[in-house]
């Protein structure tokens, strides 16, 4: 099972169908970056070598560069999920704060992945999902572009959802041009979080439209699947555990977790346990992939 760390609650959309549980947190919950690495100096000694930072997202938070370089200096492979807009400019966040343009050659030499959303190949179909007043699909393009330049591995993540299933052929002729990238996710929409519970009838597919997506795509790509990854949701179950702004760690299942009207209870049934109180992490960390022998 895959350890995914939210390291922040505010991000650079609005997503309609925003899938993060960050959302619903209370207000200000954060784990301090000396807890963090702490716990996660343990989590490498037991064998777990990888770590993807979400949120949020991760470039909101405000010492995002010290933790990067202190998960790194353990040895962690970090995988990095972000919307990336700090990477080309300064941008004021849903919070209202102002982060300025990051040094993108840090971030490329820190992150192992860096995870950037392309969910349409026009503003339209794109804000149907992620809402931005901006012109956000060459902006999206700008950040790959920059973050190439300092040699960094680029994941396209694009969400399958109902409102860009008739964009498949056009999305995917303009991913391939993008012939520098390590890898293109296509993850089928998944009712998750609050605004995504909310939201599901505009955007949850059926496994056939998803199939269907991922015909049209390897079509474009002539088969070739060297650089992509579809992943849905059946893929999905049980393959990773999310540790909140709250520091609980828990694993999204709908087989153990009851639905509210908008998400997921969350309650002491589900949360495995907290990183801030160190009697947990040895449970914490039997749930997680051990990669020892991997080169990292
Ligand atoms: S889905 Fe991701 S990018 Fe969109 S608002 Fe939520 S955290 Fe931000």
Not at 198 to 212: A, P, S, V
């Amino acid at each position: 099972m895959h350890l995914n760390l939210f390291v922040s609650q505010s991000c650079f959309v609005h997503c309609k169908g925003c899938y993060s549980f960050s959302r619903e947190e209370k207000k200000g919950k954060t784990v301090s970056t000396e807890k963090i690495i702490s716990f996660l100096q343990f989590v490498y000694n037991t064998g777990c070598r990888k770590v993807t930072l979400c949120g949020g997202d991760p470039l909101t938070r405000k010492d995002i560069v010290d933790l990067l370089e202190k998960i790194k200096s353990i040895g962690f492979k970090i995988s990095l999920d972000t919307v990336g807009s700090p990477i080309i400019k300064n941008i004021v966040s849903d919070k209202g704060i102002l982060i300025e343009k990051i040094d993108a050659k840090k971030i490329a030499i820190l992150v192992d992945v860096i995870g950037i959303p392309i969910d349409g190949s026009t503003n339209d179909i794109f804000r149907r999902f992620r809402q931005t007043n901006t012109d956000i699909v060459n902006e999206q393009l700008a950040i790959c572009e920059e973050l190439h330049k300092f040699g960094a591995n680029i994941c396209i993540n694009t969400v399958a959802h109902k409102g860009n299933l008739e964009d498949a052929f056009n999305l995917a002729k303009l991913i391939k041009k993008l012939d520098y990238i390590h890898k293109w996710q296509i993850f089928q929409y998944e009712p998750l979080g609050k605004y995504g519970l909310r939201n599901r009838e505009l955007f949850e597919i059926t496994d056939k439209q998803f199939l269907n997506f991922q015909s049209t795509v390897l079509k474009v790509f002539n088969n070739d699947i060297s650089k992509l990854q579809f992943k849905s949701s059946h893929n999905r179950k049980n393959a990773y555990m999310l540790i909140d702004n709250s520091g609980n760690a828990w694993i999204p299942a709908l087989e153990n977790m009851s639905l509210s009207e908008y998400s997921y209870i969350l309650n002491d049934n589900v949360i495995i346990g907290n990183i801030t109180n160190q009697d947990d992490w040895c449970k914490i960390c039997s749930y997680l992939d051990r990669d020892f022998y991997q080169k990292t």
